[in-house]
């Protein structure tokens, strides 16, 4: 055969392999049937996951890096409390040491309600209510945690739209010191964004790796949609605002779609849309270009990355639950889809066996 043949066959043959197939990249964890808008952390490669299902929340464990999962064991007491649908749904943290701090907002959002699991305990503690009197509507709850300190955080409408905010709520919360045994008072979180965020789209938050809170929303400003970040001071009282999409988007409403904050392999991933443009921006104390591969539109993006660098990056459209995954270097490793999410968002993590799940 001729070598220059042998060379185009080497080659074409090299590209072939080079994609994956998709059962090798990227799987699928189905919740039970009615659940939605579950959430997922990984500790010391224990997998936590919780969901909503009816009025309740459930959390679940895997021992063996998420390739099964225990019994669930529902978190709210007393039962039917729990509001669940599309990005609104429980919020889930676990501190090294094994606690389970999970929040979520009771039906018609008139509550942030946040219970925990102690490490070796059977059953959640009792709910709290960690509102304040005179508090109104809540939306966004969400929570991080990092040794003894917990932050719980809403968007909360007492002190009305913010300034040059329409359709914005300012961003609450509350501090716990004591692995939330207690909590501080509730109020405004002290920042330098001038403006409120997107009154509808739920925040995300998270600890980076120098154990400050991070915090991603969309912001309301003008009437701008695009995504910003909140990184908290050393005591965590008082935040700095970075931006993270450019795009200077102008919409008079509200998206119902905010960020999501996923795990890098040393850093922080910020998932968003703008304007129904699907993409992601690393953090690592300082925020890259947001990467925007293949140009995808949907809603509802999750971004995620394995030890060696590969990134996956999945969200909701029309057809279903679509994902695409490159390789540190930017090369497709493989895209697919998956069956359609209905009235949930996925979310997700990478197993004992190096796959991307997507649990939905």
């Not at 060379?7 to 392999?17: F, I, P």
């Not at 009305?160 to 010191?177: A, D, M």
């Not at 102008?250 to 850093?267: A, Y």
């Not at 703008?274 to 539109?297: M, N, T, Y």
Request: include cysteine.
């Amino acid at each position: 055969m001729d070598r220059s043949v042998v060379a185009l066959l080497t080659v074409l043959g090299a590209l072939t392999t080079s994609v994956a197939r998709a059962e090798d990249l990227v799987r699928r964890h189905s919740l039970p049937e009615g659940a939605a808008s579950p959430d997922v952390v990984v500790r010391e490669k224990v997998v936590h996951l919780v969901y909503g299902k009816g009025r309740d929340a459930f959390h679940q464990r895997s021992e063996d890096g998420g390739l099964t999962f225990g019994e669930p064991t529902r978190v709210n007491d007393p039962p039917g409390t729990v509001f669940s649908a599309m990005e609104r749904g429980p919020r889930l943290a676990v501190t090294a040491d094994g606690t389970v701090h999970v929040v979520w907002s009771p039906d018609r959002l008139l509550g942030v309600n946040y219970a925990r699991l102690l490490p070796g305990a059977d059953a959640f503690e009792r709910a709290r209510d960690l509102r304040y009197e005179g508090a109104t509507a809540a939306e966004g709850a969400t929570v991080a945690a990092h040794g003894e300190h917990v932050l719980i955080l809403w968007l909360d409408g007492r002190t009305g739209e913010p300034r040059n905010s329409p359709t914005g709520l300012s961003i609450f919360g509350r501090l716990s010191k004591d692995g939330g045994q207690t909590f501080d008072e509730a109020g405004p979180v002290a920042h330098d964004y001038d403006g409120g965020a997107c009154a509808c789209c739920h925040l995300s938050a998270a600890v980076d790796a120098d154990g400050r809170f991070v915090v991603a929303f969309r912001g309301a400003r003008g009437g701008v949609r695009d995504v910003f970040l909140l990184r908290g001071d050393g005591k965590h009282r008082r935040f700095r605002v970075a931006r993270v999409t450019q795009d200077e988007w102008q919409f008079r409403g509200c998206p119902m779609d905010g960020p999501r904050i996923g795990q890098g392999k040393d850093h922080l991933l910020v998932a968003h849309t703008v304007d129904g443009k699907i993409g992601f921006s690393h953090f690592d104390g300082r925020l890259r270009a947001p990467e925007r591969p293949g140009a995808p539109r949907g809603k509802f993006p999750l971004a995620l990355q394995r030890p060696d660098g590969a990134t996956l990056l999945a969200w909701v459209d029309g057809d279903g639950v679509k994902w695409a995954v490159r390789d540190e270097r930017g090369t497709a490793l493989g895209e697919g889809a998956l069956p359609a999410a209905g009235m949930s968002r996925p979310a997700g993590f990478v197993d004992g066996d190096g796959l991307f799940v997507l649990v939905y």
